[in-house]
């Protein structure tokens, strides 16, 4: 088993007790999250707090793990060895962090075993931006500037979650992931001053990779069903419309300087808001690649199915060889005594 899930039978029952739903406890509870006290894993907390970090840190992994994909295509294709090297660095950093995030929502009760099977039967999700194909080198640029540029914006205020395990995750998972924004920029700053030809590489993948970021902080703030809720209890600490203007707000200078053109034609700076305005998301896509990854989310499930089935091996030889250690364990104390 994969699981790091150490409750007793009677600590499993206790995270099934109805009276963690009641008003006064859901009330008791209010004040210790307002009081800004950090929820730990063997407290007790409404199912509904519960449930929904389950549903986010399982998703967040999820994307990890799946956002391996894209780059993974690229590292026999990188231009350079340095390049090459970076890259699997890079996609080995993904890798545990989605561990990383399995191993913080299993403190929660609910087994990786249990959150994969969520996602390959496609109870849970992924972030979409993994749903759209990484067809030029430009693009595993972008990945690095623009995904893991929004993925900073959106995990910095995580890493003061209410939730000690997932906010602790953060903070090393954000540290690593500004080191991978920093070589996307390069990589694309590289092309942009560039040969024409590769400006306009660059050029072509920023115009196809830049509303999808947008996309990852997901729906705006009236549309958004988790949001209010999580706010109260201070696992997301602002709105998704916040945190996408944060974003564009820092990217758009950063295009600027190195002759990028953001594919936006309304994009303007507002001098009262000290802010961008920027132009409508196409909203009916957003939740199209939801519903629906298309070929492209069919193809990176294949790949994950896949990883699953050909490791299982490993994790039956390793439980046999557990169950093997523990039964002559007991053999070796019965002999003893
Ligand atoms: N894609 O009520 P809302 C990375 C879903 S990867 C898919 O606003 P919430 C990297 C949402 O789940 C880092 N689904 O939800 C890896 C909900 O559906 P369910 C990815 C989305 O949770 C490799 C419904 O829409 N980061 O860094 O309050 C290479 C309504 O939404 C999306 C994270 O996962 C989406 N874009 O807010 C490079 C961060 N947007 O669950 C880089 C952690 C919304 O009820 N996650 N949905 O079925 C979050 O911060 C939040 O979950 C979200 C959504 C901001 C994404």
């Not at 993974?72 to 340095?82: D, F, M, Q, Y």
């Not at 962090?97 to 390959?120: C, F, K, P, Q, V």
């Not at 109870?123 to 990945?143: E, L, R």
């Not at 924004?181 to 001053?193: M, P, S």
Request: net charge positive; aromatic share 8%.
């Amino acid at each position: 088993m994969y699981s790091t899930d150490l409750r007793t039978e009677a600590e499993k029952r206790a995270l099934r007790d109805p009276a963690l739903d009641s008003v006064d406890f859901l009330e008791r509870f209010q004040a210790r999250i307002d009081a800004g006290d950090v929820i730990e894993a063997k407290d007790p907390m409404p199912h509904g707090y519960r449930k929904t970090l389950v549903r986010q840190m399982s998703q967040h992994a999820h994307s990890e793990i799946i956002g391996m994909q894209p780059e993974g295509n690229w590292i026999t294709r990188a231009p350079t060895l340095k390049r090459k090297l970076i890259l699997i660095a890079k996609i080995q950093d993904e890798a545990g962090h989605g561990l990383y995030l399995y191993s913080g929502a299993e403190t929660l009760g609910t087994s990786r075993a249990e959150m994969i099977n969520d996602l390959l039967t496609g109870k849970a999700k992924y972030s979409t931006i993994f749903n759209y194909p990484a067809p030029t080198w430009a693009d595993i640029g972008m990945v690095g500037w623009l995904v893991d540029g929004a993925a900073i914006v959106n995990q910095i205020p995580l890493c003061r979650c209410s939730y000690g395990p997932y906010a602790r995750a953060m903070v090393r998972v954000c540290k690593e992931e500004s080191f991978h924004q920093r070589q996307g920029y390069e990589i694309v700053t590289q092309l942009a001053r560039g040969t024409p030809e590769q400006k306009a590489l660059a050029q072509e993948s920023l115009n196809r990779v830049w509303w999808p970021s947008l996309m990852m902080f997901g729906p705006s703030d009236k549309d958004s069903m988790h949001s209010s809720q999580n706010v109260k209890w201070k696992i997301k600490r602002f709105s998704n419309d916040e945190l996408r203007q944060r974003f564009i707000d820092q990217t758009v200078p950063q295009a600027e300087k190195i002759g990028l053109t953001i594919p936006d034609p309304d994009l303007k700076w507002n001098e009262e808001r000290g802010s961008y305005d920027h132009g409508e998301m196409d909203w009916s896509e957003f939740w199209s690649v939801i519903k629906d990854g298309g070929q492209c989310g069919r193809d990176r499930m294949a790949v994950r199915r896949a990883a699953v089935d050909n490791g299982r091996w490993v994790r039956e030889a390793a439980q046999a060889y557990e169950k093997k250690k523990a039964a002559r364990a007991v053999r070796k104390s019965r002999s003893a005594s």
